[in-house]
């Protein structure tokens, strides 16, 4: 590994399947490599009701990938699966208000420890050719708001970037979080969380609208102007 850093270049590692192997493995290999970033995938299911739905609270959930980068010393991300099924819950069935948790936080793994957090609306493996679990595509955008406005470490797939065509528009979320300073440890102040309207500050510097609902003005303070909007979202 550190070959490969010296040699070919690579500054970071995606550690592929990580629950599948003991955290003192993944810790070995950050101290021995000190990479500039990593990241581990510790995919596990949502907890789920009788009704089939995700539960409220995920808070199990999330604290899996915390206690795994704990594990493995404290300087590696995770995938915020916890945050992944939330939203694509809250969006298909039209409940806004599960993105708020029980302490009026985000409630993924973001709500706990942001810089160690790595947001995405889909992966190889979630979407693009294998769609295990594929956000649905009408709603992806609203999803690229969330995550491109909101702390942790935004990732964009390739797929949507250039095969879908939304370069554009993920663009212009891309360069309101740079502009605005809006980084993995910023904070959220959720203003609204209803079943068809999320509207969150985000280091008071941006505000960012979610959900169907038209009208929600009387949220936003009179010195904000609207930087980029699309189907059900505004920011």
């Not at 038209?214 to 699309?230: D, K, Q």
Request: with cysteine; glycine share 10%.
């Amino acid at each position: 590994m550190n070959w490969i850093k010296t040699e070919i270049g690579f500054d970071g590692w995606r550690f592929d399947f990580a629950k599948g192997y003991s955290p003192d493995i993944t810790k070995l290999y950050m101290r021995n490599t000190r990479p500039e970033f990593a990241v581990g995938e510790i995919w596990n299911p949502l907890s789920y009701g009788s009704d089939g739905k995700p539960n409220y609270d995920q808070d199990g959930h999330r604290r899996e990938l915390t206690e795994w980068v704990k594990a493995v010393g404290g300087s590696a991300t995770a995938f915020d699966f916890t945050t992944k099924g939330i939203l694509q819950a809250a969006l298909v069935e039209g409940e806004l208000w599960r993105l708020k948790d029980s302490n009026g936080g985000p409630p993924g793994m973001i709500g706990l420890v942001p810089e160690n957090a790595v947001t995405f609306v889909d992966n190889h493996d979630t979407g693009s050719t294998q769609k295990h679990w594929p956000f649905p595509s009408d709603k992806v955008m609203q999803r690229y708001v969330y995550i491109l406005t909101h702390p942790g470490f935004p990732s964009i797939i390739y797929d949507h970037f250039f095969d879908w065509g939304l370069k554009e528009e993920i663009s212009k979320l891309a360069m309101i979080r740079i502009k605005n300073g809006i980084r993995a440890s910023s904070t959220v102040r959720i203003l609204a969380s209803d079943p068809d309207l999320y509207v969150a500050a985000i280091d008071d510097k941006i505000i960012a609208k979610i959900g169907p609902r038209y009208e929600a003005g009387h949220l936003v303070p009179t010195n904000f102007r609207i930087a980029t909007c699309g189907n059900d979202y505004v920011v």
